[in-house]
C-alpha cells in the first residue's frame, strides 16, 4: 500500500497453495491519510480455484464508504470468493450493510454474536471481517486462543474454516 521505512506497509497473503495470479488494487482518496489497497489474488486447490482478496480500510468513514465501492467494483462475478481484512467499520455501519449486499460475514455464520476484534487487549469492537461469497460453506472447527499479554498484533485474529460447495 505504501513505502515505508525502506520496506513496504501493506496487506499480505500466504499460503501453501499455488498462486495463480496476484494483483493490488489501489483504494487511495483524496482525503485518504496513508496508503490503502485491496489485493485480489487466485488460488490453485488442484480441483478448483478459489479467490481471495485481502484489504485495511481507512479510519474516516466517508473514506470507506468510496473504498467499498471500489472493492465492489473490483469484485470478480465468482462465487467462490473470500474478502477479509481490517475494514475499520462496525456490523451497525452503512459499509458493513452495502458489502453484505453482495458477500456474506463468514464469522456470523457460525457465532450468532461474534467476539469483539479490537483492540486486541480490551477489545470493544468488532471491526474485522471474513466475508465470503455463495459457494463458500462455512464449517465449525477449532478458535485461536488468544494470550491476553502477548499478541502479534492491535487485533484479535479472525479463523474461519470452510470448504467449498
Not at 457465532?111 to 466475508?131: L, V
Request: proline share 7%; charged share 25%; with cysteine.
Amino acid at each position: 500500500s505504501i513505502d515505508y521505512d525502506d520496506g513496504e506497509y501493506g496487506n499480505a497473503l500466504l499460503t501453501k497453495y499455488p498462486v495463480l495470479n496476484f494483483k493490488v488494487i489501489d483504494l487511495s482518496t483524496d482525503s485518504l491519510l496513508e496508503g490503502r489497497s485491496v489485493f485480489l489474488s487466485s488460488l490453485d486447490l488442484g480441483v478448483d480455484t478459489l479467490i481471495i482478496m485481502g484489504t485495511h480500510l481507512g479510519l474516516i468513514p466517508a473514506e470507506r464508504a468510496e473504498q467499498i465501492d471500489l472493492i465492489i467494483q473490483a469484485l470478480p462475478i465468482l462465487p467462490k470468493l473470500i474478502l477479509a481484512g481490517d475494514f475499520n467499520f462496525e456490523p451497525s455501519s452503512d459499509s458493513y450493510q452495502k458489502i453484505c449486499t453482495h458477500l456474506k460475514d463468514g464469522i456470523l455464520e457460525i457465532s450468532p454474536n461474534p467476539e469483539f476484534t479490537f483492540p486486541a487487549d480490551k477489545p470493544d469492537r468488532k471491526i474485522d471481517y471474513i466475508f465470503v461469497g455463495a459457494k463458500i460453506k462455512v464449517i465449525e472447527g477449532p478458535m485461536i486462543t488468544v494470550n491476553e499479554r502477548a499478541t502479534a498484533s492491535d487485533h484479535r485474529p479472525q479463523v474461519l474454516h470452510f470448504q467449498i460447495k
